[in-house]
């Protein structure tokens, strides 16, 4: 059975670091591009960016809204993605969901439950 | 602002079919066969419901289809339940972009 568990989020304030997981199991994680995708408290969806497999590079795209800001790293012997977010604004609190994908024609089919972030002072 | 534009919500009694439309441009939804559609329950993570303008996951009632004129995408619910009461998201890849869009989300209101 393939499960994402994200962890790490919390209370931070302003202008201060944060690191999400993404702990996965039940697929080979190493195949798959991982994405982050976070939900504003009552708002809609928005992708954060995402980290190709090796195969592709491992490298990585960014929203223009968190760029220069945050990271996604990922680390295959263990099954875990990260999210790294540095200089942290009041509008980056949100819900923060890890999924698996995205696929070719762009779906992500598993995500995990999500972890909330709340930027406060 | 969205990209990808839904109706902020749409209603229906048990029974009924309802429609809910994502309009885009010819660099997304127009240009690709890329998009997918999201259920989203209150407090829950998103879950798949088409993908591929019309196709959908093992498991997704086959009350749910998706289709696609021109720019416009659209999901439809056939018979409606009051477990589908709930948030909805298209989704496309875009050429615009090195990232996908969403749509601002339709909140379904089963009466």
């Known amino acids: 059975e393939v499960q994402l568990v994200e962890s790490g989020g919390g209370l931070v304030q302003p202008g201060r670091s944060l690191r999400l997981s993404c702990t996965t199991s039940?697929?080979?994680?190493?195949?798959?591009?991982m994405s982050w995708v976070r939900q504003a408290p009552g708002k809609g969806l928005e992708w954060v960016g995402f980290?190709?497999?090796?195969?592709?590079?491992?490298?990585?795209e960014y929203a223009a809204s968190v760029k220069g800001r945050f990271t996604i790293s990922r680390d295959d012997s263990k099954s875990i993605a990260y999210l790294q977010m540095n200089s942290l604004k009041t509008e980056d609190t949100a819900v923060y969901y890890c999924?698996?994908?995205?696929?070719?024609?762009?779906?992500?089919?598993?995500w995990g439950q999500g972890t909330l972030v709340t930027v406060s002072s | 602002q969205s990209a990808l534009t839904q109706p902020a919500s749409v209603s229906g009694s048990p029974g009924q079919s309802i429609t809910i439309s994502c309009t885009g441009t010819?660099?997304?939804?127009?240009?690709?066969?890329?998009v997918s559609w999201y259920q989203q329950h209150p407090g829950k993570a998103p879950k798949l419901m088409i993908y591929?303008?019309?196709n959908r996951p093992s498991g997704v009632s086959n009350r749910f289809s998706g289709s696609k004129s021109g720019n416009t995408a659209s999901l439809t619910i056939s018979g409606l339940q009051a477990e589908d009461e709930a948030d909805y998201y298209c989704?496309?890849?875009?050429?615009?972009?090195?990232?996908?869009?969403f749509g601002g989300g339709t909140k379904l209101t089963v009466l």
């Open positions: 010819s660099s997304d939804i127009g240009g690709y066969n890329y």
């Open positions: 989704s496309s890849y875009t050429s615009s972009s090195t990232l996908g869009v």
């Open positions: 591929d303008v019309s």
């Open positions: 999924n698996r994908g995205p696929a070719t024609t762009w779906y992500s089919y598993y």
């Open positions: 039940g697929f080979t994680f190493g195949d798959f591009a």
């Open positions: 980290i190709r497999s090796k195969t592709y590079g491992g490298t990585t």
